[in-house]
């Protein structure tokens, strides 16, 4: 099963993503034996990624085998490049991965302001324009951890013609975004909805619970399925972890009944254990005039408490402001209770109260990021 995305050649419901395969060229060739058996020919890697390009141009070139029609290569360059240097990393891509062309090039991690300016100017402008005239690729896109609005712009600039949005059952914040973009004829590849959307390969007891009949895995992958997304990457390090991407890849079709009634009971147990403290993430509260991040702090919390995630949301939370521009730099600490949001919320949360309270459950040594 294959589903369009953006003007390139059309990619499976999963797409492999390599950063986590790499130990060595055989980890890297195990893992793309599973995906074509799996029904996986999407690609998606990155300079990066450590040593994932070698690795994977060396296994393609071991293994010889391919899923019919061939794959299809995503990568991605850093913004703010010059053009000169873009050009030459993206000569490095296409030998590392043994290739002529990418099928699709994406800005990794266009994540600020600053970001889209120099996608649609200057030397950013010129570089993707280069790309697909040169041949290099045939389509751009953009990855982005970025701000709504900030993503809402790049949908709208019609520079692109595919982006990689973190899209989450437990975080499906940024889905009207997606929305759009599929509305546009953008292809739409969404961010790692196992591990950043609640390590939901390691459920706690409680989300299991929530789920069932379904490992919460499947509801997540089937979720964004149902609501059009091009596609949905799958980080493995080893076979075993598409186990569930063969299983469900030709899973393109409407929620059955038991399905519905298992999100609708996760929702409904979500609501009950945080009653009148649930936080809507409807974005009413900002702009806090202290920059303080009021509702991803506040799904953290929603998630911890909601079905358990204690460890998921504290490793999230520690991150804040050690992960650069791709994720949020300042913590729930940074409220100085000013009051400015409460008349703004629709559901009258003690904002305040709330956000000291997630500080204290969620604040603890910091983890290091899997890459960068």
């Not at 292809?187 to 919460?216: N, W």
């Amino acid at each position: 099963m294959k589903r369009p995305f953006g003007q390139g050649r059309p990619v499976s419901l999963f797409t492999l993503g390599t950063m986590r395969a790499l130990g060595s060229v055989a980890q890297m060739a195990e893992v793309l034996d599973a995906a074509i058996h799996a029904g996986i020919n999407h690609l998606e890697t990155a300079p990066a990624y450590g040593p994932a390009e070698r690795f994977l141009g060396e296994a393609l070139k071991q293994s010889g085998q391919a899923p019919n029609g061939g794959w299809v290569f995503t990568s991605k360059l850093l913004p703010g490049l010059s053009l000169e240097e873009g050009q030459r990393q993206l000569g490095g891509i296409l030998d590392r991965l043994g290739c002529n062309q990418l099928d699709n090039l994406a800005i990794h991690g266009l994540n600020r302001a600053e970001h889209l300016t120099w996608a649609l100017e200057g030397d950013g402008h010129a570089l993707l324009d280069w790309a697909v005239e040169s041949g290099a690729t045939s389509q751009v896109g953009f990855s982005s951890h970025g701000s709504q609005s900030l993503i809402a712009a790049a949908i709208a600039s019609d520079r692109f013609q595919f982006c990689s949005l973190h899209l989450h059952l437990l975080d499906p914040q940024r889905l009207h975004l997606a929305q759009r973009a599929l509305k546009q004829g953008m292809g739409v590849l969404a961010i790692s909805p196992a591990d950043k959307g609640g390590r939901l390969q390691a459920p706690s007891r409680t989300l299991t619970s929530d789920c069932t009949p379904f490992p919460p895995l499947h509801l997540a992958y089937r979720y964004l399925l149902t609501h059009g997304i091009s596609t949905l990457s799958v980080g493995a390090s080893q076979a075993s972890d598409l186990q569930l991407a063969a299983t469900l890849h030709q899973s393109d079709g409407p929620l059955t009944d038991q399905e519905r009634e298992s999100l609708q009971r996760l929702h409904s147990l979500r609501a009950q254990r945080l009653g009148p403290d649930l936080c809507g993430q409807c974005q009413a509260c900002l702009p806090c005039p202290n920059a303080v991040p009021i509702p991803e702090l506040l799904r953290l919390r929603n998630l911890a408490l909601g079905h358990d995630l204690m460890a998921y949301c504290q490793e999230r939370y520690n991150l804040i402001g050690r992960a650069g521009h791709w994720w949020e730099s300042l913590d729930a600490s940074a409220c100085q209770s000013c009051g400015d949001c409460l008349p703004r919320c629709p559901h009258n949360l003690d904002i305040p109260s709330l956000l000291a309270d997630t500080h204290k459950r969620l604040s603890a040594p910091p983890r290091r990021r899997l890459w960068g």
